[in-house]
């Protein structure tokens, strides 16, 4: 199986338990994840040799978060030890028509405050077949998009494929910062994932084609895909479509264009939802994991889906999910039946 490296921020998630509210709750639940550490765990499930790039405090907070990924087959090798902290955030699990609420607590993390000396890029990607980054990386602080920076430079020097999940993060910065810092990068990125709100956050990328909001029209997003391609030279271009009919019921389904035949993968209806966090990373996962073993883009695509239809049924950040169990879904096996 492939070495896949991941660049980011692995957080402490604090949340009540079951659908408490936080002005209600008198404890939390301590749940290790983050964009790029949860599509790490995805890889090493499926059996490849996925590293996690990062940096984490000493102390036992930081050794905490570092076990989480151990525990699931992650070798953190290249996770550096210093800072003072680990990025914490808060997540309320909202249900029917009360969405789900995020507060972060994550300003000068270890990650946020790392310098370039703390990693020898060109080791960590010697030997490597894929590179993923998100938006959120180089969102986090100028240390950490100078960071992702010479970690694609590095990636892009030992022929590595670098696959991006565009991830604009309201809350961590503005469309014109993300822009600015974002734009650059595409030169290094073969695969891009994002949906067409996040094109025009993160790459000030508006389509000529109409994309209603909400709206999963398939024609409008080949417009959109072909635009980017030849914008900033993908080889593939792919996003996710989320309907969401409530916190706890939502359509599911994803396209990708390779240059030559548009894809639209079939459309799965998750209720009820039980976490949607990390479902983006689990389809990032499984679109890794599809494009390096599977034949055609179609069959890569509907791993990807399948894995991250079934993120949603599972707690916590990371997708606990086999490659078995994500074919079997793929090839219709949805009923939920027990396995005996």
Not at 265 to 271: V, W
Request: hydrophobic share 40%.
């Amino acid at each position: 199986m492939a070495k896949i490296v991941t660049l980011g921020e692995i957080m402490l998630r604090l949340s009540p338990e079951g659908n408490y509210r936080f002005v209600e709750t008198d404890s939390f639940k301590i749940i290790p994840g983050g964009g790029e550490a949860n599509v790490a765990v995805s890889c090493a499930n499926y059996g490849h040799d996925a590293y996690f790039v990062s940096k984490l405090p000493k102390h036992e907070i930081g050794q905490i978060a570092l076990n989480a990924l151990r525990r699931y087959g992650v070798n953190t090798e290249y996770i550096t030890r210093g800072g003072n902290r680990v990025g914490l955030y808060y997540c309320e699990t909202g249900a029917s028509m009360r969405p789900s609420k995020v507060i972060y607590d994550r300003a000068n993390s270890s990650i946020a405050e790392a310098s370039p000396a703390d990693f020898d890029f060109d080791k960590i990607m010697e030997g490597a077949q894929w590179f993923h980054w998100s938006g959120i990386t180089p969102a986090i602080s100028d240390k950490a998009a100078e960071l992702t920076k010479l970690a694609c430079e590095a990636a892009k020097r030992h022929n590595v494929t670098v696959s991006v999940d565009l991830n604009f993060r309201k809350k961590l910065w503005t469309s014109e910062k993300a822009i600015s810092i974002m734009r650059p990068l595409m030169k290094y990125v073969d695969v891009c994932i994002g949906n067409e709100e996040d094109a025009e956050l993160c790459l000030g990328f508006k389509p000529d084609a109409d994309v209603e909001g909400g709206s999963t029209d398939a024609e409008g997003y080949k417009g959109i895909f072909q635009a980017m391609m030849k914008e900033f030279g993908f080889k593939y271009v792919v996003s996710t479509l989320r309907e969401s009919y409530s916190a706890t019921y939502n359509g599911w389904k994803a396209m990708i264009y390779d240059g030559k035949e548009f894809y639209q993968s079939k459309r799965y209806e998750i209720n009820p939802i039980i976490d949607r966090v990390g479902g983006g990373d689990s389809f990032s996962g499984g679109l890794i994991h599809g494009l390096l073993t599977k034949k055609t883009q179609g069959e890569a695509l509907e791993f990807a889906v399948a894995a991250s239809a079934l993120k949603h049924t599972v707690p916590g950040d990371f997708n606990l999910v086999s490659v078995e169990e994500v074919e079997a879904l793929a090839g219709g096996a949805a009923n939920g039946r027990v396995q005996r």
